[in-house]
């Protein structure tokens, strides 16, 4: 019996909502949310599947089935209550739709991209928090295991997988992407590998995409699945750190990937040093690296070129078009401007509001709680904010978000006490 007057907590409302009595899938709604996953990860495979059978698709088809995985996962989660882990994925999207709605009205232009970014980092979140760490490594596992397969394919047999998945067709009906006239090879436009482009020098053919389609996602999935090994070490068996490691592996040698090169040199260190370092240093990592880019402005100003200087000549200079206000607020008009500078994207998109509680969130959200945690956390904002220097759309796409924010969610969600046991099974 309830005592007159006595106030009733929020936690009790959560916990009174229907269906709100567990906070965490039972065995059929990790399967569903497994499925979500790897749906996420390989949907645009398939659909380039169909697009090479003949089958007509176009951007709003992609879109539709973005919506359906978004709404799924959201659906999927509420199925069990609120949880209090809920309210900072939540708080996030609030904020970066009223945002949205601020610029669309200032700039009479409606831009829902940073709601459709957003969006999937806290549905993802919040799916993760909700399944059995087991089905987390289960989509890590089938994920890889088909890049692997595919990539080995595509290596060895470039032409029938150009043929099985006609990705330069899929990307031209579905993002507009011209094709390259000279080109007849039938994949992606940025595929091509031309002279004074960053090499590793162990694979002379295009750049691979395997599953991704186009050389930019794969790079991301790479790093990604760092993330994972360094997060989750203690708890793989033989068979995962395998697949892993030589899924990695072979991304990293075939793709020439500057960023994917830097982070296995990077993350295998910082599992040995992110369990010491104190969190609130990812606060200080992108106005270092602003900081250093405006320092180095006179050498930037006139940088060109597909490198690492080149991009951070770009940088400097979107990033100094900005005006006040947009500075501020952001400016939806000048978002396509921005791809190859992902700190110049984040402005254009969000604002510097909208970055600043990205940025609290990337800090805040993640737990810290074991080596574990610290190490898989320390991971994803390092490579999320690395990548910024390069690029402004990849760690937002579903293909990698998906694996990547369920996967952080899960792993902080766990007790330290349970982190500490190792479960190789």
Not at 276 to 299: E, T
Not at 307 to 326: K, P, Q, W
Request: proline share 2%.
């Amino acid at each position: 019996m309830v005592m007159a007057g006595r106030r009733v907590r929020p936690t009790a409302f959560v916990s009174g909502l229907p269906g709100a009595t567990s906070k965490t899938f039972n065995v059929t709604g990790n399967r569903i949310a497994l499925a979500l996953i790897v749906v996420a990860v390989l949907y645009n495979a398939i659909l380039a599947a169909l697009v090479a059978r003949g089958i007509t698709l176009g951007y709003s088809s992609v879109a539709a089935v973005e919506v359906i995985i978004t709404f799924g996962c959201l659906g999927l989660s509420l199925s069990t209550g609120i949880s209090g882990r809920d309210v900072m994925p939540l708080a996030l999207l609030w904020f970066i739709g009223a945002l949205a709605l601020v610029a669309s009205i200032s700039f009479d232009q409606v831009y829902i991209g940073s709601i459709r970014n957003f969006a999937l980092i806290t549905v993802f979140s919040m799916l993760g928090q909700r399944m059995d760490y087991k089905f987390i490594r289960r989509a890590f596992f089938i994920a890889s295991t088909m890049t692997l397969v595919v990539l080995i394919w595509e290596i060895t047999s470039v032409e029938s997988y150009a043929a099985f998945f006609s990705p330069a067709r899929y990307y031209e009906l579905t993002r507009g992407t011209a094709r390259n006239e000279f080109d007849d090879s039938g994949l992606s436009v940025g595929t091509i590998v031309f002279e004074g482009r960053f090499s590793l020098g162990l694979f002379s053919g295009r750049r691979t995409s395997s599953i991704f389609l186009e050389q930019v996602s794969i790079n991301s999935y790479a790093i990604v699945c760092m993330a994972f090994l360094n997060g989750s070490w203690l708890r793989l068996n033989w068979k995962e750190k395998a697949i892993q490691i030589s899924t990695i592996g072979l991304i990293i040698a075939s793709n020439n990937a500057r960023m994917g090169a830097l982070m296995c040199i990077l993350m295998p260190i910082g599992y040995f040093i992110f369990p010491w370092i104190n969190r609130n240093i990812v606060l200080a990592i992108p106005f270092i690296i602003v900081g250093a880019i405006f320092a180095l402005g006179s050498h930037l100003q006139n940088a060109v070129g597909d490198d690492l200087t080149g991009r951070l000549g770009v940088t400097y200079r979107l990033l100094n078009t900005f005006n006040l206000s947009e500075i501020i607020a952001g400016n939806p008009l000048k978002v396509e401007k921005t791809f190859d500078s992902g700190y110049a994207f984040i402005l254009a998109s969000i604002g510097l509001f909208g970055g600043f509680v990205y940025l609290l969130f990337l800090t805040y959200y993640p737990r810290y709680g074991s080596e574990e945690q610290r190490r898989g956390s320390w991971s994803a904002a390092i490579y999320i904010l690395a990548w910024l220097t390069v690029g402004g759309t990849a760690t937002f796409s579903i293909k990698t978000a998906a694996l990547l924010w369920s996967f952080i969610a899960c792993l902080s969600k766990l007790p330290s006490s349970d982190l500490t046991k190792q479960v190789s099974r």
